[in-house]
């Protein structure tokens, strides 16, 4: 696949992977794989409860154990792992346990994998709720300024979006090698298409996304209460089918069998429900990053209907597998009538298809973009420190910001054996 990278791999996980429940959990299956297919001894640790649905890392090789926060046997667990690679998921692992690491194991690489930038997410909610266009001040606030802080501070930042790659350099000043750009992988292959059901064989809509994720919330919320009704007066025996992991009692009460409006929660194969589903509807209002659930549309043959961010960054210069629908005071009914045109016109729909087919082969190729990190991270590794030492900006945040994290932590940490 590409160069041996890393004796031993250390990954801080925000929570243990759920592939099946998010496009996160997958993207971290990905990189396990890679760093294992390179050799790499990867050890992953999480101060996170595990979910229902977390996958058995043990089982896939992965020496896997809970850490505590704010806690100093995190300094001996590391000191006696020593490891070549520390790879944080998302920055607030990087605030909680990047000082730690820099004081124990200096001479480790740090990466940081953003996942999306929680920032530019934030920004946007923020917007959404005010009824108003994204602003610059939506974009330098408090979160901001500690996720731009972080990506300072590590060796690499890896970038699932064109379109943050872009932002991170233009509006936040980050030098480009400081990012690597790293988009969901997928491992589907040409002749897989043969095995997609046709237009004929699917019926009804369907909806996949995690729950406790704001935005795929919102957009359930959304679709139920301005979108489905319009769908369902121009399509009224179709029914919309919606799933996800973690559904609250909220979410369960916007079932409606009579608006056919069926609300399933989780679903032990999401595929398989995918991939007899003639549309996948994802009326995203706010977000961020890459949407897994729509490449995994594509992955099952199966266009979809979405916003302009629903499909940031995932087609590029090709034609999107559905209808991206523009964000204006229309939203709703524009949604809703190109998801009843698309839905009813088969030829359409099959043209629909074989353009996602197209966007996974260009756009999503594990083959095209793991080997491509693995070299990046083998280069790091032959010199960083003189990779450090071109960022002065970065030396200066980790030598104060840590600093600061440190003494609070310590500070915690003795409070809780006082207590």
């Known amino acids: 696949m590409g160069e041996f990278i890393a004796l031993r791999v250390l990954i801080v996980g925000y929570v243990w992977p759920e592939p099946n429940s998010s496009a996160a959990g997958r993207r971290m299956l990905s990189l396990i794989s890679a760093l294992q297919s390179n050799g790499g001894e990867v050890h992953f640790v999480s101060a996170a409860v595990k979910g229902d649905h977390s996958v058995d890392l043990s089982a896939l090789g992965v020496c896997a154990q809970p850490v505590a926060l704010n806690c100093d046997s995190f300094d001996d667990y590391i000191g006696e792992l020593r490891p070549d690679l520390v790879i944080f998921d998302r920055f607030l692992m990087e605030e909680q346990f990047a000082w730690r690491v820099d004081r124990t194991c200096p001479e480790a690489v740090r990466i940081l994998d953003s996942e999306d930038l929680h920032c530019l997410r934030q920004a946007r909610h923020q917007a959404l709720k005010q009824n108003r266009p994204l602003s610059r001040q939506d974009l330098v606030g408090e979160l901001a300024l500690r996720e731009i802080a972080a990506i300072w501070r590590c060796d690499l930042t890896l970038v699932i979006s064109e379109f943050e790659m872009a932002l991170l350099q233009n509006t936040y000043g980050v030098p480009a090698d400081l990012l690597h750009y790293l988009p969901l992988l997928s491992n589907f292959k040409a002749e897989q298409a043969a095995q997609w059901l046709p237009y004929e064989a699917r019926q009804h809509c369907v909806v996949v996304g995690n729950f406790r994720h704001a935005p795929n919330w919102d957009a359930v919320q959304y679709l139920r209460s301005e979108i489905w009704p319009l769908i369902r007066r121009q399509l009224p025996r179709v029914e919309c089918h919606i799933y996800g992991a973690y559904p609250p009692p909220k979410a369960l009460q916007l079932h409606s069998d009579k608006l056919g409006f069926l609300v399933k929660g989780w679903a032990d194969d999401a595929d398989a429900v995918v991939e007899k589903a003639r549309l996948c509807l994802a009326p995203l209002r706010f977000g961020a990053g890459q949407k897994g659930k729509l490449v995994a549309a594509m992955e099952c043959g199966t266009p979809s209907v ?74 790091l590794r032959q010199d960083v420190t003189g990779h450090r030492q071109k960022h002065f900006n970065g030396l200066m945040l980790r030598h104060h910001t840590i600093k600061s994290h440190q003494y609070m932590s310590q500070w915690i940490a003795a409070k809780n054996k006082d207590a």
């Open 306 to 379: 979405t916003t302009t961010i629903g499909a940031e960054a995932m087609h590029g210069d090709l034609a999107w597998n559905g209808s991206i629908i523009a964000d204006s005071e229309q939203l709703a009914a524009n949604f809703a009538a190109e998801a009843a045109a698309l839905y009813q016109d088969p030829d359409r729909w099959a043209t629909a298809q074989q353009q996602g087919r197209a966007i996974l082969l260009r756009r999503f190729q594990a083959d095209d973009y793991l080997p491509q990190f693995t070299r990046r991270v083998a280069d």
